[in-house]
């Protein structure tokens, strides 16, 4: 942060082909208002301008970064946004647990469907989701969905919109849809690994999970 991350480092992240289908997805599960950002357009610019307080639910699908990553170059936990050509202040293709704080928010959820959201702040003992969730909520969101390790980015992108197609759907709180998609994706069979608790498992719902 501070101008001292490599911008080509965030470039160099594997990608995540997954992702924007999943985001896609999820926007289709949607009525009313709605704005969907990817590629280019999911830049830190866009989410800063953006009046997000008008959304219940907001999405991210990405990497999520810790404090200490990149060799030390990363203070506190951030979200990858698309990087800038070159790297500015108020661009550098990080959206970090201090930049979170200051969005003005009014959601129901935000979900983080990225690597490691749950982290803490990377202070010596500092407390679980004291990073990047802990960022949302103050910025005023209900609740959150975060993961405690590195995900399968094809196997989340199934959890996420089956989660949010039962919520949709059937009209039940927020907590049971997570369990029903959990218990659907232990039983896909399209891949083995499914069933591992590996996979299925970092997520958790954190906040006001009854609504």
Request: glycine letters at 8%.
């Amino acid at each position: 942060r501070n101008g001292q991350v490599d911008v080509d480092k965030i470039r160099d992240l594997a990608p995540l082909p997954d992702t924007e289908d999943e985001i896609r997805a999820l926007s289709k599960l949607f009525s009313g208002k709605k704005r969907l950002l990817v590629k280019k357009d999911a830049n830190e610019v866009n989410i800063k301008k953006a009046n997000l307080a008008q959304y219940d639910i907001i999405a991210f699908a990405t990497h999520g970064l810790m404090a200490g990553d990149f060799s030390g170059q990363v203070t506190e936990p951030a979200l990858v946004l698309t990087p800038p050509p070159e790297l500015i202040t108020e661009n550098d293709g990080l959206l970090s647990a201090s930049e979170i704080i200051q969005l003005d928010l009014n959601s129901k959820l935000v979900m983080l469907s990225a690597c490691n959201t749950a982290a803490g702040d990377g202070s010596p003992g500092g407390q679980g989701l004291s990073g990047l969730a802990r960022a949302f909520f103050f910025a005023g969101t209900e609740s959150i969905l975060v993961s405690h390790w590195p995900t399968v980015s094809d196997a989340a992108t199934k959890l996420t919109t089956n989660m949010m197609a039962i919520y949709m759907d059937k009209k039940t709180q927020l907590s049971e849809a997570l369990r029903q998609s959990m218990i659907n994706l232990i039983n896909d069979e399209s891949h083995l690994r499914n069933a591992h608790p590996a996979v299925w498992a970092p997520f958790i719902l954190v906040g006001a999970g009854g609504i």
